[in-house]
């Protein structure tokens, strides 16, 4: 079995982390692949502070197993947030778009596990000398926002920079993927795309359709030019998207504007005018099966790899 430093410094019995998707990880996923072994997490990006609240006590109706919650930092509510996750005993964050550096004293003084998503080394590098328990580096092909460096080259070089647990993303979906993880040096993986699928996923059926149905070929970066570059599939939106960012007579606030609430109309409404973030694998998504059915195969197919690498040796 697949254990590495990540499980014990997490309580889990997989190494692998459920991505924090906006809108998209709430209780009932998180639970499911908590339950299942793995590390799942409800995302602040939900309906407002309460609402957050909420999903967190509800998760704890569903399992008594480790879960955690993922904070967008450049949120209007971070601040509350922050202090929320420490009042209901939250015991492990994520967090993304941004530093966590201001509220660092205060989770750790409640005995919060923080472990940031990065893209860069030197990121991660000031993750650790904050006090990180550990970092997510996220290569260029994860679905949502992206940094520049994809997945090969980034792994290795925050493993060699940082003595902290690195946890791979980007591009990661099957036992091939964790496999070539682990190798790179990762203690662990973080998987977003094919979890959206999960039986236990609550985002609209259509959603869940497109990416069943998506190919090698199907996602598309916008917002580069805003500063805020997103994965997401190619639709009706984010091609409109693209042409609009193309054309220099559009000003960034028409932009900005268009694309507002697009990702909450694609998770909850199904909408096809919604922006429907996913990775580059989700070509290689191709069922729907509950969350323990995807970690186990994940997991096993790492295994698997893992066992016959020798066989390539003479």
């Known amino acids: 079995m697949i254990k590495s ?20 990880a709430d209780a ?22 309460e609402a957050v609240r909420n999903e967190i006590r509800k998760c704890r109706e ?28 939250v015991k492990i964050l994520t967090t993304g778009a941004g530093s966590p550096a201001p509220y660092m004293e205060m989770w750790k003084n409640a005995g919060i596990k923080v472990i940031p998503v990065i893209a860069s080394v030197a990121l991660a590098l000031k993750m650790q000398a904050i006090g990180a328990s550990a970092v997510v580096a996220e290569g260029a092909e994860s679905g949502g926002h992206v940094g520049e460096i994809h997945t090969m080259a980034l792994i290795p070089q925050i493993v060699d920079a940082v003595d902290i647990p690195v946890i791979a993303a980007g591009g990661i979906c099957d036992g091939r993927g964790a496999a070539a993880a682990f190798i790179f040096g990762a203690q662990g993986i973080q998987v977003g795309t094919r979890f959206i699928v999960a039986d236990e996923c609550t985002v609209s059926q259509y959603y869940k359709d497109q990416i069943l149905k998506a190919t090698d070929i199907s996602t598309i970066v916008t917002g580069k030019t805003l500063g805020h570059p997103v994965r997401s599939l ?27 609430g697009a990702l909450r109309k694609a998770v909850k409404e199904g909408d096809a005018n919604g922006s429907f973030m996913a990775g580059e694998c989700a070509g290689m998504v191709k069922k729907a099966e509950p969350a323990k059915a995807i970690i186990e195969d994940i997991i096993g197919g790492a295994e698997k790899i893992l066992a016959h690498a020798s066989d390539l040796l003479e």
Do not use: H
């Open 5 to 24: 430093r990540l499980c014990d410094i997490l309580g889990i019995r997989y190494p692998i982390i459920q991505g924090g998707m906006a809108w998209i």
């Open 234 to 260: 190619k639709t009706v939106f984010s091609k409109t998207f693209a042409k609009m960012e193309a054309d220099p007579s559009v000003k960034p606030e028409e932009i900005l504007a268009f694309g507002t």
């Open 28 to 49: 009932s996923l998180a639970a499911a692949v908590s339950n299942a072994g793995g590390l799942g997490l409800i995302s602040s990006i939900n309906a407002g502070t």
């Open 62 to 89: 569903l399992t008594d197993k480790p879960f955690g919650v993922n904070i967008m930092l450049q949120a209007p509510n971070a601040g509350e947030i922050a202090g929320m996750v420490v009042e209901e005993g």
